[in-house]
T-cell receptor, first 114, second 108 residues
């Protein structure tokens, strides 16, 4: 039973570029949430996808967008990258639109913007 | 900003017991989760409390008092592999709101 998988694991981008991160949820899970974790801090909620729709969004600009596919996998897109976007991006999967109960996390994508 | 408060660092001796406290905001509260995160790794789910009381899972226990907006994680029989950061996170239905994490340092 595969857990949450994210790709790529590491990424280096230049300021102004665009990036797409991918996530496959744990088998049987239908809800995907994305978090940004800066070094030495707790994760910050970006948004949640359930039934292919963005259900709730954290305090992130419109440069951050996402998508959920019929197979429940998800993508996070970030446009016009800033140095401050450098962080670990975590995908969490859960069930039934609930994002807080026993959310399982992938290993994350380490994004470095130079 | 984050509205959960937990100590930034705790030091304990191998084999001992340590308690990590967490206070949370009351609005939109469904439950309190605890996660462990080793350096460079993903957060790993430890426990979840929706109701008052103690939940025990092996060497780890978690407690919640909704009237005090307070919870704690108790780690017993500490092992060197328990050295990690521990996060409390408030379940607000759609999202988890995280504390800044407590770095647990274990000395032999």
């Amino acid at each position: 039973d595969a857990g949450v998988t994210q790709s790529p694991t590491h990424l280096i981008k230049t300021r102004g570029q665009q990036v797409t991160l991918r996530c496959s949820p744990k088998s049987g899970h239908d809800t995907v949430s994305w978090y940004q974790q800066a070094l030495g801090q707790g994760p910050q909620f970006i948004f949640q996808y359930y039934e292919e729709e963005e259900r709730q969004r954290g305090n992130f600009p419109d440069r951050f967008s996402g998508h959920q596919f019929p197979n429940y996998s998800s993508e996070l897109n970030v446009n016009a990258l800033l140095l401050g976007d450098s962080a670990l991006y975590l995908c969490a999967s859960s069930l039934g639109g609930r994002g807080g109960t026993e959310a399982f996390f992938g290993q994350g994508t380490r994004l470095t913007v130079v | 900003g984050q509205s959960l408060e937990q100590p930034s660092e705790v030091t304990a001796v191998e084999g001992a017991i340590v308690q990590i406290n967490c206070t949370y905001q009351t609005s939109g509260f469904y439950g309190l989760s605890w996660y462990q995160q080793h350096d460079g790794g993903a957060p790993t789910f430890l426990s979840y409390n929706a109701l008052d009381g103690l939940e025990e899972t092996g060497r780890f226990s978690s407690f919640l008092s909704r009237s005090d907006s307070y919870g704690y994680l108790l780690l017993q029989e500490l092992q060197m592999k328990d050295s990690a950061s521990y996060f409390c996170a408030q379940d607000s239905n759609y999202q988890l709101i995280w504390g800044a994490g407590t770095k647990l340092i274990i000395k032999p």
